[in-house]
């Protein structure tokens, strides 16, 4: 297997975009990515799109030729296809494409991620979201995704003594990050004060502590490593690209304070890429609840299980702490559009490890990670980038 | 790319599964696959899952990860992941499970397809058709799968004297040989004078020229070919594996009759297995609507363009005849749990290649072809197969 470069990174801003339709904000973010990657579309050859449910949010399955045609592209008759997997859906489709691409099959492939989450009442979303737990098992008995996140987040402070205060430092961290990304759905900085008062979602977690419903997309194009090092003088490398899944509902793990898959994606990831968590200086991860951070963290290996909570809150996962985690806002500020996330993580860890991350920037950025989690993790994906000059 | 062979087969019965479940279906087929491949799920290290609509059909989106679980194997922590592609969708996880397996990723992979189609009322599953369609240029105007297809039936007839009956012998054929398909969702013989009496669709197109809602699931086990000629006296090499996209709503297509998308994929995929139409005995194609199969046989290059109609009369597609066509029953007979066509396509020509289709077997066929389609041919899926002993 060859190694694989990222050549080119689009984002459009997350947030409620009702002035413009899915097949839109698409082709935005694969255009600014071609550009970026200084490619034309002719050079294309295939495209792999991350989607959960444009199925129950917008009427329209079959999006990946979807958005082929309406970038011009119809006429080529190039492969399309769409992957899913829950919340982590972006990620998997980073991961066919980086496979695409490592195997020699393609030279240059385009991976998009994409959601349209505001056409639809928020209580119909928050149905699409539960869609990722087990339907039979947890859904129709009433439990939904931040019900789920909400036990872990009281397990977690039984057995390790976590608190409330630390739990919602995640958020207030998450929007001050946020503040500096002219992207990002939430701008405005919040105290803990204001977490810890907001309204409950699913006990101990308020709605503060959950990440908004976004529309917005991402795009990547990758290409053969050598090409990236012709192409720039920051060529990105696409370290490792690992995938794990785990049971789908919560009841039927060991731990529930435990992602295993995330555990074992990263120890594939760190293994492939020969790296441990100490090389890591920026970390895009899952945030859709501020409990996942947390969790998350332990199981990337950035800290010992249980010692999340004091570690978050002394800010060692802060700008100027040990690993700078979500400098993007990640999903709780940045936004939530489901299939686009683990493509935007990337877009954010290239920026950063190029040095275009502007008020952003993590100083000596070389490399980072990007998890990305579908339910309650029963899927994870981790990868790692390294800057390759 | 290394040669990449099918180990094993396994697939339920088509049809009103009232009785099972989404995942019992699953892994009732992933199960008969394995068994067939002589193997343990200990030896499996990668699921691809077909699927196309499952969050608007069962509430459940994240389904990869959901079908390992309840195999028993979410303790091992193997990569899952859901491809979709409109109708296309199994086919397209095949074709990611050939690539994962052709570039030495992975040694067995199992690729399923499954859907579960019949828990919603028949509007609804219309509706849900429609949403591999254009949704913002055809849907929303009215059009429905059927009649997009029954446009292009018109058109066909206009073009090229293609006459109803002739259109109407496909539904004709493909009872025929589903009433020797033990799997088939439909047994019963139709006469000619029954489907044109049926009561109108979208027409010329009547309720018989239709395949049916189903539900069901198929599987295929697939490994390196030195592996499948050690374990089998009739080892089957996938010989090529293509994918093609076209534009979404068909009044952007040049030439209506055309499935572009199938004439790209087919010419790449006899490029790649070096093998030409005439070197096909046996072929399960695109029939969700009659006039699909006499578009793509033309397409597929097995008949001259315009005239499948006469072609298809004269039984030149059916058993005896020059390339047996949809020996299945097609999805016509068979079934459409859209997801699972393009394994179960796949599984049949595997069953035929080996010698094991019983009643269906057409005498020496050592060369099989699979076409799936999604919508109206924004996506087209084809694969050659070979008896490789």
Redesign the interface.
């Known amino acids: 297997?060859r190694e694989v470069g990222i050549l080119g990174v689009g984002q459009t801003k997350f947030g409620e975009l009702w002035d413009r339709?899915f097949?839109e904000i698409g082709i935005e973010a694969g255009l600014e990515a071609l550009v970026d990657a200084k490619l034309s579309s002719a050079d294309l050859e295939a495209l792999y799109l991350g989607n959960?449910?444009s199925?129950?949010l917008?009427?329209?399955?079959?999006i990946?030729?979807?958005i082929?045609?309406y970038a011009g592209l119809?006429g080529r008759?190039?492969?399309?296809?769409?992957?899913?997997?829950?919340g982590a859906s972006g990620a998997?489709a980073l991961?066919?494409g980086y496979?695409?691409v490592?195997?020699?099959?393609y030279d240059y492939v385009v991976v998009g991620g994409a959601e349209k989450l505001t056409d639809v009442p928020d209580a119909t979303a928050t149905?699409?979201t539960a869609?990722?737990?087990?339907?039979?098992w947890e859904?129709v008995f009433g439990a939904t995704l931040p019900a789920l996140w909400g036990l872990i987040a009281r397990r977690h402070m039984h057995d390790y003594g976590t608190t409330r205060e630390q739990i919602g430092q995640v958020a207030v961290q998450d929007h001050e990050h946020g503040s500096k990304n002219p992207l990002a759905h939430y701008r405005n900085k919040i105290s803990l004060a204001q977490v810890l008062d907001a309204g409950p979602i699913a006990e101990p977690l308020g709605v503060l502590d959950c990440a908004p419903f976004s529309d917005g997309a991402a795009a990547v194009v990758l290409g053969p490593m050598e090409e990236a090092r012709r192409r720039s003088e920051t060529p990105i490398r696409i370290a490792a690209s690992?995938?794990?899944?785990?049971?789908?509902?919560l009841q039927?793990r060991a731990d529930p304070t435990t992602l295993?898959?995330t555990s074992?994606?990263a120890r594939r990831a760190f293994q492939q890429a020969r790296r441990a968590p100490k090389d890591v200086q920026v970390a895009e991860i899952h945030d859709a609840y501020t409990i996942a951070a947390l969790v998350s963290l332990e199981d990337l290996g950035f800290v010992e299980k249980g010692k999340s909570g004091p570690a978050f809150a002394a800010g060692e996962f802060a700008h100027g702490g040990r690993v700078t985690v979500n400098p993007s806002g990640g999903l709780k500020a940045q936004g939530r559009p489901f299939g686009a996330v683990g493509v935007a993580q990337v877009v954010e860890l290239v920026r950063q490890l190029r040095g275009e991350a502007k008020e952003r920037q993590v100083p000596n950025a070389t490399v980072g990670l990007a998890q990305d989690v579908?339910?309650t993790g029963?899927?994870s994906v981790v990868h790692l980038l390294e800057r390759a000059n």
């Open positions: 297997m339709s097949r959960m449910a199925g129950t917008i009427s329209q399955e079959h990946a030729p979807l082929l045609d119809a008759h190039l492969p399309s296809m769409r992957v899913e997997g829950g998997l991961h066919q496979l695409a490592a195997s020699g099959l149905q699409i869609s990722t737990a087990d339907h039979e859904v690992q995938v794990a899944c785990d049971s789908m509902a039927h295993e898959s074992s994606a579908g339910g029963a899927t």
